[in-house]
């Protein structure tokens, strides 16, 4: 059972009671906190007689008072805690559910449920209001075996860990691989470390392809830090980007981190990827990470406030041109000290691309797009994967899955393009131009009419 109370000389505070059902006897646990995290919010065990001297008579209910269910898990913790963190926050999360209740008799109130909670009273279950399916009770009987001397019969899957990383260092091949590019006159990597010395927040923005991504990954890869990439998305929810309650697999629930939280705790890189699909009412939580608070606010884990690790560093990519984004708000934006400009960049291209006339034709397609004739984006990528296919499946193949790319009414255009470059593109990469059987007959045909027609005039003068 959970109470929590109030007076108005504890300001910001207040004090909460959790009766524990524990081995037959009760466990009494509180604390008086602000509603953040630390060492001075822990909860404490005490007694009916302590806590008769701490509540005062002005203190009131805040709500209703709630109960949860205590489940093997919660025991195990007891067991091997002094308490179980898990049923803490599963009975602070059902209280911020229940209705405003002012009653004056908090000890009172503490000690009817203490006696209840001892005699295992069934009345205690209509306090129990999180509507979970289970068929634990609320008051554990006492077992007459511990759980490590009972026999483990059951292959139930274990509950999952609520500790988990979803923050990875990227391979290093993605490192190995990079082609770098100088922006604004400086090299890529050497802006990102001063983002990272500095505490500055990165925006990349630019066309589809063009590595903004891959950049972000392959610096993290070569500097051997932990990254957390969140594509944006327009359902995307805030649970997904900072964490929530999840069924702990024994009948009870817990909290785990999403990337976001995972990168503030423990460091690393937070990558916003395509940013401008995120909803804007998400970026409340984020304003303060991306300024010089650094911190989140997890409101659905008891409002806490959390302070990013000294590493943490912020990147964010978008495409502007994108249909079904939105454009990032003055205050998002402006949280962004470092802006660059991300485009097709014919240095990294060279490197990546040998064939000067495939770069040529697809030069040739960008300015055209440019000018309004193509609205499919024409990304680095698409040379990379064109070199790969004519060297595996076959320059025919490659032309037209290059081309399957366009809309259906652009693909015509393109392929006249391809012609217009064929020669050239098959020379550079080795491959003997096609000749068309038919054509060939013709123009030997014509040439030796031409050839009979030459020796007759001479035999004529």
Known sequence: MFIES?????????????????????????????????????????????????IKDSENTTRKPVGVYVTAADMRAIDSKGYSPVLTTKAVSAHNKSIAEANADVIGIVTNFYSQVEMGDDQLEEYVIDNRATTSPLVV?????????????????????????????????????????????????????RARADHINVLIYGPTG???????EAWAA?????????????????????????????????WIDGP????????????????????????????PLTDGRRTITLLDHMGETIEAHPDVTVFATMNPDYVGTTPLNFAMR???????????????????????????????????????????PISTNMLIE?????????????????IAHFGAEEQASVRLVFQT???NIREDFGIAPEINNDTAETELTLAEELTAWVSQAKANV
């Open 6 to 54: 109030y007076e108005p000389s504890m300001g910001n505070h207040r004090r909460q009671v959790l009766v524990v059902p524990y081995k037959g006897g009760v466990n009494l646990y509180s604390r008086v906190t602000d509603g953040t995290k630390g060492t001075h919010n822990k909860w404490e065990p005490t007694n009916l007689d302590t806590l008769s001297g701490e």
């Open 141 to 193: 009987p006492v077992p007459t075996q511990t759980l490590d001397d009972m026999p483990q019969q059951s292959t139930k899957a274990s509950a999952p860990a609520f500790n988990v990383s979803l923050a990875t260092v990227p391979p290093m091949r993605l490192a190995e691989r990079y082609i770098h590019r100088k922006v604004y006159g400086v090299e890529d990597f050497d802006i990102f470390d």
């Open 210 to 216: 063009p590595g903004k991504t891959t950049a972000v």
């Open 222 to 254: 070569s500097r051997g830090l932990r990254m957390a990439t969140v594509s944006g998305n327009a359902s995307m929810e805030s649970r997904q980007l900072f964490g929530g309650f999840i069924p702990d697999g024994n009948g009870g629930y817990g």
């Open 260 to 287: 976001v939280t995972d990168v503030v705790r423990n460091g690393g890189v937070l990558l916003l990827d395509e940013m401008n699909f995120i909803s804007p009412k998400i970026y409340t939580t984020l304003y």
């Open 334 to 376: 402006n949280r962004f000290d470092i802006q660059l400009a991300w485009d097709y960049d014919d240095s990294v291209e060279e490197k990546l691309v040998d064939s000067k006339s495939l770069r040529t034709l697809v030069k040739q397609l960008r300015t055209e797009a440019a000018k309004g004739q193509y609205d499919t």
């Open 386 to 402: 064109f070199v790969d296919f004519v060297n595996k499946l076959g320059y025919e193949f490659a032309v037209e899955n290059f």
């Open 421 to 423: 470059h064929e020669y």
